[in-house]
């Protein structure tokens, strides 16, 4: 699931619209995110004060959770966004597990009226994370004192399922990877490998150990193989108590997330990096070539010809009978500049060519052969 940012902006430009819009209308809104969370916002002209939201979201985990209504922890987590503004409707629409009636006469103005709607946009986040947030602190305590460290197996998306194990001295999660390409698997397990040289530096002591492997980790023994065939193997976060005290407990929940929308979102942009660089290099080429092809016509004409014709190879047909059109007309102009009377009879006489005849006559030398024969 592709998701970075908690508010749903299709839902905050329509609660902006509804609050914005100065007379009351009948507004009826169902919107679909990410195959599986449903919107539905309603606005009636009867009650102008009032705006009603309902939303459907998929439960994190099935086992963990017996009811598909929501608990009194992310019940509070809805209220903490704004007392005045927000009120939980019970019992909810059919078909949605919350419902939440929206006082926009309540609202501030300017940007504080922005930044409420906002959060209110965000409540789809506030109710997974306040989910993995209970899952967390309620785990049996039990099963951590007698070493039973059964995963819990968490679904934010169909395809991306993950693992969260609670232990004694810290929170493991697993997040198995899949891919669609080869390419994918390549970009993705050399990140794995820099994350996991990274995250146990030195300069990143206080982050969450990382650590990647091709095979299983051991917590998920016994889990069905469907859920561990991959080929990308498992990438997993040891989180400590000091990485879920006090503010810093949201931060990490929603990091663990929105982990496969940050690989996915590293894949792609990695992978168009570097299709740009192979068209970049490919045209350099191309008008490298592109250079050097008239250079090399050249040498080999001057190789292939005389050392007196390496000129005359350059001039095409047409040059030639150029020039030579235009140096009969400048001789013609040459000697059509002048004209002075009597000049063509005197040409006539005194400069024309004599005529030679020769008098020396030649015999074929057959005729003298057969003569001297006889």
């Known amino acids: 699931m592709a998701r970075f940012e908690r508010a749903s902006p299709a839902l905050k430009e329509i609660l902006l619209r509804l609050y914005r819009d100065e007379r009351a209308i009948d507004a ?9 969370v449903e919107y539905y916002i309603q606005s009636l002209v009867s009650d102008p004060d009032h705006t009603y939201l309902s939303i459907a979201t998929p439960i994190l985990s099935q086992a963990f959770l017996v009811s598909t209504r929501l608990s009194r922890y992310t019940i509070q987590k809805v209220k903490a966004i704004s007392a005045e503004v927000v009120e939980i409707v ?10 939440i009636r929206l006082n926009f006469g309540r609202m501030p ?12 946009a965000a409540v789809q986040g506030v109710i997974l994370s306040s989910q993995l947030e209970e899952m967390l ?10 070493g039973m460290y059964k995963p ?13 194990i609670k232990q004694p001295q810290k929170i493991t999660a697993v997040f198995p990877m899949r891919f669609k390409e080869k390419t994918d698997v390549i970009i993705a397990t050399a990140f794995f490998q820099e994350l ?33 065939s991959t080929n990308g193997g498992f990438v997993s976060f040891d989180i400590t108590s000091r990485h879920i005290e006090g503010k810093r407990l949201d931060k990490t929940v929603w990091n663990l997330l929105n982990f496969y929308a940050f690989v996915k979102n590293h894949v792609k942009t990695t992978r168009g990096f570097i299709q740009r660089r192979m068209r970049t290099c490919l045209q350099s080429l191309v008008e490298v070539l592109q250079k050097t092809e008239p250079q090399d016509e050249q040498q080999i004409k001057e190789v292939k010809g005389y050392k007196h014709m390496k000129k005359l190879v350059k001039f095409t047909k047409f040059k030639i009978i150029r020039y030579r059109s235009d140096f009969t007309s400048k001789l013609k102009r040459i000697r059509s500049r ?3 009377h009597g000049f063509n009879r005197f040409r006539r006489k005194w400069l024309t060519f004599p005529i030679f005849s020769s008098k020396t006559k030649y015999r074929k030398l057959e005729k003298d052969i057969s003569l001297q024969h006889n």
């Open 28 to 36: 009826d809104h169902h919107l679909h995110e990410f195959g599986s």
């Open 90 to 99: 019970e019992p909810p629409k059919e078909g949605y597990q919350l419902t």
């Open 109 to 120: 103005h300017g940007k504080e009226a922005i930044k409420m709607i906002t959060d209110i």
């Open 137 to 146: 602190m309620n785990v049996n305590s039990q099963d951590v004192a007698q």
């Open 152 to 164: 819990i197996k968490l679904v934010y998306h169909p395809r991306e399922p993950f693992y969260v």
């Open 196 to 228: 996991m040289d990274v995250a146990n530096t030195k300069s990143c002591a206080k982050a969450p150990h990382c650590i990647w492997s091709p095979i299983p980790p051991p917590e998920l023994r016994g889990e069905a193989i469907e859920d561990l």
């Open 338 to 340: 002048l004209k002075i």
